[in-house]
């Protein structure tokens, strides 16, 4: 279990607006780190492409809200996204790279940018009941 040394947790409803606010503020929270510039905007589109997906996905029409959880040890960079929405009845077949619910909308690659983007990904679903996204990063040792 890792031993955390701050954390942090945002809860907001499930706008398209907040997605820009959720990927800065995990941002912010990740750059007292030793992540390159480029680690920090990968784990910028990461967020997005999980918060995203609550948004489009998680509620259908309806608004519900989604929470952000960060936290860091010593070693790695922990973050959740999570939904009580309508849940991923096929976790495997919605990693696919192009499969989505809505394909004349979306790409279906948001799940595949995660994978590649972290070093460890897990999904919790239930239908009717939610998703539960966890991502992780290392943060490099001292990089002299």
Known sequence: MMEVKNWVRLEFPSESENVLFARTAVA?????LDFTLEEIED??????????NCVIHAYGDC??????ICK???DELE??????????PDIVQASEAGYTTIPEE?????????????DHVAI???VGKGTKLLMAKRIPRSRE
């Open 28 to 32: 912010v929270f990740a750059s007292q």
């Open 43 to 52: 784990i910028k589109v990461a967020v997005s492409e999980a918060v995203s």
């Open 63 to 68: 608004s519900g809200n989604i929470v952000v």
């Open 72 to 74: 860091y040890s010593i």
């Open 79 to 88: 973050i959740t996204v999570e939904d009580n929405g309508c849940g991923i």
């Open 106 to 118: 979306r790409m279906g690659l948001g799940l595949v940018f995660i994978h590649e983007l972290m």
């Open 124 to 126: 919790a679903s239930e």
